[in-house]
């Protein structure tokens, strides 16, 4: 296998444990993960906070919730249906994804505008 192929084959950073249970959604740390954001998640979720698009919370919780093996839980069809969710559950989760992508303050005040 060529540099390419090992590159384009190479799996990505990963994904973190949820460090804390959210029994309100029937997460714990066994069955839910937090998401390292591919190059393209981090593009889609930049080009929707630029927009100033309200669900911009929700939309990042659709690119780094996963289960247990890494897998994301949701799409961003489901933005909508989460951001009517309570927003103190969504304001847990988008902290831990900041941290575990390695976001700034500023990207966290960002969203906490919207």
């Known amino acids: ?7 384009l084959n190479s799996p ?3 994904y973190t444990k949820l460090p804390f249970d ?5 997460l ?5 993960t937090i998401l390292t954001m591919s190059a393209l998640d981090r593009f889609v979720w930049e080009s929707e906070r630029e927009s100033n698009n309200p669900n911009i919370s929700a939309i990042f919780i659709t ?20 951001a009517k969710k309570d927003w103190r559950i969504l304001d847990r989760l988008v902290v831990e994804g900041l ?3 390695s976001l700034t303050q500023k990207d966290a005040d960002d969203l906490s505008k919207k």
């Open 1 to 7: 296998m060529g540099l390419r192929e090992s590159i």
């Open 12 to 14: 990505n950073a990963g």
């Open 22 to 26: 959210v029994p309100e959604w029937s």
């Open 28 to 32: 714990t740390k066994d069955n839910a």
């Open 63 to 82: 690119l780094i919730l996963g289960n247990e093996k890494g897998e994301k839980l949701f799409t961003l069809d489901d933005a909508n249906e989460i």
């Open 99 to 101: 941290k575990a992508n």
